[in-house]
């Protein structure tokens, strides 16, 4: 198999995969067409590449002469008619957002691969996408509220007087979340914690942060582990008490999702308004909607006094780690798709790969995506 890695397009800065991935590709018998310039931003050089073995090609050459190729975002649209019939596409699909190109790609007979459906089980955990880049995410959220805060993470004792330690809130404690307590513990602030999924409350509290239960939480062990949309009466209650808390924190870090849907709005502007001055909301649910209802996506706005970050690309300004996590967890998705001669073999009756293929064949496969999309 030949295995084109693509140049990102638009404000991405990482790349698929880096040099040193692509030793492991060709020990696995796969050859590597790397386009020119694809790692330049995730700060991996054309000759590194060719080091590692690759051959530095063209856009139009990597996808005239690849079976299967990589990107972290889906291709542009303009791409879809220059790829040919039974060509493989894997990169993260979002695939809501991008219905329109999915169902271009499927009736083109192209095979898409998204990373963001490989299931969230056990056996997939070396392949989770979601969960390497959700921890560079909550990682870079807590230091960017850390460098935007007027005041000291930490507690201080010194000459000078006593600094009381910041008070973080952080809203979902997903995968993101957890890494956002863990970071914000080791600067030494204070942590608190909502979830509507009570499995996580072990978890916040050996990281230590104090879980803040709301009573009443809708669960649903159909949902894969993911959280459900809650009812009225609940959403009421938990806004009630968010207020409560952000009002006495210094930063708020907000993760809730729901996939395939619209984050839950948990931050009202009323409560914003009765933020301190100076507080930082760092919304990593920005491009989903946003926790906070005044978020708006890729935007730093400050209202009150209040600093609202809405983003939801961390990763890529932490190209060359969010890169590397990117291509080992690519990797290990590929050790279970390819025979010892290096071809690729999609044996659909394997979860992890009948979950990640979104289409094949001109059909759709993907349960989740179909759930996701409505699909019969
Ligand atoms: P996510 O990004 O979908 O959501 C982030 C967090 O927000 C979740 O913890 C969710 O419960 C929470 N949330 C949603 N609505 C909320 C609301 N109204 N109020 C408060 N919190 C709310 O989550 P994720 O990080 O992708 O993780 C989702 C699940 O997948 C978790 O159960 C996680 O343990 C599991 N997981 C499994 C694996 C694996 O086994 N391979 C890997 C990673 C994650």
Same mark, same amino acid.
């Given at each position: 198999?030949?295995?084109?890695?693509l140049?990102?397009t638009?404000?991405?800065?990482?790349?698929a $995969?880096?040099?040193?991935?692509?030793?492991?590709?060709?020990?696995?018998?796969i050859?590597?067409?790397?386009?020119?310039?694809?790692?330049?931003?995730?700060?991996?050089e054309?000759?590194?590449?060719?080091?590692?073995?690759?051959?530095?090609?063209?856009?139009?050459?990597?996808?005239?002469?690849?079976?299967?190729?990589?990107?972290?975002?889906?291709?542009?649209?303009?791409? $879809?008619?220059?790829?040919?019939?039974?060509?493989?596409?894997?990169?993260? +699909?979002?695939?809501?957002?991008?219905?329109?190109?999915?169902?271009?790609? =499927?009736?083109?007979?192209?095979?898409?691969?998204?990373?963001?459906?490989?299931?969230?089980?056990?056996?997939?955990?070396?392949m989770?996408?979601?969960?390497?880049?959700?921890?560079?995410?909550?990682?870079?959220?807590?230091?960017?509220?850390?460098?935007? +805060?007027?005041?000291?993470?930490?507690?201080?004792?010194?000459?000078?007087?006593?600094?009381?330690p910041?008070?973080? +809130?952080? +809203?979902?404690?997903?995968v993101?979340?957890?890494?956002?307590?863990?970071?914000? =513990?080791?600067?030494?602030?204070?942590?608190?914690?909502?979830?509507?999924?009570?499995?996580?409350?072990?978890?916040?509290?050996?990281?230590?942060?104090?879980?803040?239960?709301?009573?009443?939480?809708?669960?649903? *062990?159909? *949902?894969?582990?993911?959280?459900?949309?809650?009812?009225?009466?609940?959403?009421?209650?938990?806004?009630?008490?968010?207020?409560?808390?952000?009002?006495?924190?210094?930063?708020?870090?907000?993760?809730?999702?729901?996939?395939?849907?619209?984050?839950?709005?948990?931050?009202?502007?009323? &409560?914003?308004?009765?933020?301190?001055?100076?507080?930082?909301?760092?919304?990593?649910?920005?491009?989903?909607?946003?926790?906070?209802?005044?978020?708006?996506?890729?935007?730093?706005?400050?209202?009150?006094?209040?600093?609202?970050?809405?983003?939801?690309?961390?990763?890529?300004?932490?190209?060359?780690?969010?890169?590397?996590?990117?291509?080992?967890?690519? $990797?290990?998705?590929?050790?279970?798709?390819?025979?010892?001669?290096?071809?690729?073999?999609?044996n659909?009756?394997?979860?992890?790969?009948?979950? &990640?293929?979104?289409?094949?064949?001109?059909?759709?496969?993907?349960? =989740?995506?179909?759930?996701?999309?409505? $699909?019969?």
């Amino acid at each position: 198999m030949i295995i084109g890695i693509l140049k990102e397009t638009g404000n991405e800065n990482r790349v698929a $995969i880096l040099p040193g991935e692509v030793t492991v590709l060709k020990k696995m018998g796969i050859e590597v067409l790397v386009e020119l310039h694809a790692g330049e931003r995730a700060f991996a050089e054309d000759k590194d590449f060719q080091t590692a073995g690759a051959v530095i090609v063209d856009r139009k050459e990597v996808i005239s002469q690849a079976t299967m190729l990589l990107s972290v975002n889906p291709p542009v649209e303009v791409d $879809i008619n220059s790829f040919r019939e039974g060509q493989v596409l894997c990169s993260v +699909l979002n695939p809501v957002e991008n219905i329109n190109w999915l169902e271009k790609a =499927r009736l083109r007979g192209l095979t898409v691969l998204a990373l963001d459906l490989v299931p969230r089980t056990s056996r997939a955990q070396a392949m989770d996408i979601l969960s390497s880049m959700a921890t560079v995410s909550g990682y870079k959220a807590v230091l960017a509220a850390a460098s935007l +805060l007027p005041r000291f993470f930490p507690m201080f004792m010194s000459a000078a007087g006593t600094i009381k330690p910041a008070k973080v +809130l952080i +809203l979902g404690a997903g995968v993101a979340g957890l890494q956002a307590i863990a970071i914000a =513990r080791k600067l030494g602030a204070v942590v608190e914690v909502f979830d509507v999924r009570s499995a996580v409350k072990e978890e916040v509290t050996s990281l230590g942060g104090k879980f803040i239960e709301v009573e009443g939480a809708k669960e649903n *062990a159909a *949902a894969g582990g993911y959280a459900v949309e809650q009812t009225e009466e609940f959403k009421k209650k938990q806004q009630e008490l968010i207020q409560q808390r952000a009002i006495a924190a210094d930063v708020v870090i907000a993760t809730a999702q729901i996939p395939g849907r619209k984050a839950p709005i948990l931050l009202m502007k009323e &409560t914003v308004n009765s933020m301190k001055p100076g507080s930082v909301i760092i919304d990593l649910a920005a491009s989903t909607g946003g926790n906070c209802e005044l978020t708006e996506n890729g935007k730093n706005i400050v209202v009150h006094g209040v600093n609202i970050i809405g983003k939801s690309d961390y990763p890529s300004d932490m190209p060359s780690d969010a890169s590397k996590m990117f291509g080992c967890n690519i $990797i290990n998705l590929l050790k279970i798709m390819v025979d010892k001669d290096g071809r690729l073999v999609l044996n659909m009756s394997d979860d992890i790969i009948n979950g &990640t293929t979104a289409v094949h064949d001109k059909k759709y496969i993907s349960q =989740r995506v179909k759930q996701m999309l409505n $699909i019969k």
